[in-house]
């Protein structure tokens, strides 16, 4: 089955960009999503790409896609302290008869002031 | 429109009890989807709704859990004999009946189970 990989820490100085990476494995991973997980809360969407797209830009997110290492980014310019969460990679393997979105174990960054 | 809502937020229970879980989606979205969450890891889809028919269900779905959609509204999640491996966060979303929507979650129920 499908399995999507993240790093599990990133710790940033505030006012840098801050690279969050996602790796999956199946390629016919139609939609790729990434959202945001702060304490005690449910999950955020934070924007998504479709695999016909390399990039997408929204505000400071920019989101990377590379069909060909099944890799996926996401940039944040000038991280801020409230940028400080957990962030999910999530992918939908666009296979006949399944609903669900596969997420990966979620990438903790911490900004640092 | 006031997002997903789900209750009760937190919920302490004795081994061996039943609990009851209850999501209300967006007015407008016809799917509906449960997922679970331990600590340290992502959701994990536990079964989907379209509008009142369940059409997928995770093996992670044991006998022992049950979810309905009465009339294509509200859900619930109910859980038999509960385990103590059966803690975890668990996550309600909904979203329009369109794949590249993304998903809208609620808060989420987090189940202690002692």
């Known amino acids: 089955g499908e399995d999507v990989e993240q790093s599990l820490f990133l710790s940033v100085r505030e006012g840098d960009s801050s690279v969050i990476n996602c790796t999956y494995t199946d390629s016919s991973s139609t939609y790729l999503y990434w959202y945001k997980q702060e304490p005690g809360a449910g999950l955020q ?7 016909n797209m390399d990039m997408k830009q929204d505000q400071r997110l920019t989101v990377l ?12 310019a000038d991280t801020q302290t409230g ?7 999530a992918v ?5 008869g399944t609903y669900k979105y ?12 | 429109d ?28 016809n799917r509906l989807y449960w997922y679970r969450q331990t600590l340290g890891q992502g959701p994990e889809f536990l079964t989907y709704f379209q509008n009142e028919a369940q059409l997928e269900k995770s093996r992670l779905l044991s006998d022992r859990f049950s979810a309905e959609r009465p009339k294509g509204s509200f859900s619930t999640l109910e859980i038999q004999r509960t385990e ?3 803690s975890a966060m668990y996550l309600c979303a909904s979203s329009l ?3 590249d929507y993304g998903y809208t979650f609620g808060s989420g129920t987090r189940l202690t189970v002692v």
């Open chain 1, 102 to 113: 596969i997420f990966g174990t979620g990438t903790r960054l911490k900004v640092l002031a």
């Open chain 1, 83 to 89: 940028d400080s969460a957990i962030y999910f990679c």
């Open chain 2, 2 to 29: 006031t997002g997903v809502s789900q209750n009760p937020r937190h919920k302490i229970t004795k081994r061996g009890q039943n609990v009851t879980f209850r999501c209300d989606p967006i007015s407008e979205h």
């Open chain 1, 92 to 96: 939908y393997p666009y296979t006949s």
């Open chain 2, 97 to 99: 009946d369109r794949v």
């Open chain 1, 45 to 51: 969407l934070l924007t998504y790409i479709f695999s």
């Open chain 2, 84 to 86: 103590q491996g059966d």
């Open chain 1, 65 to 76: 896609l590379n069909k060909k290492d099944k890799h996926l980014s996401l940039r944040i």
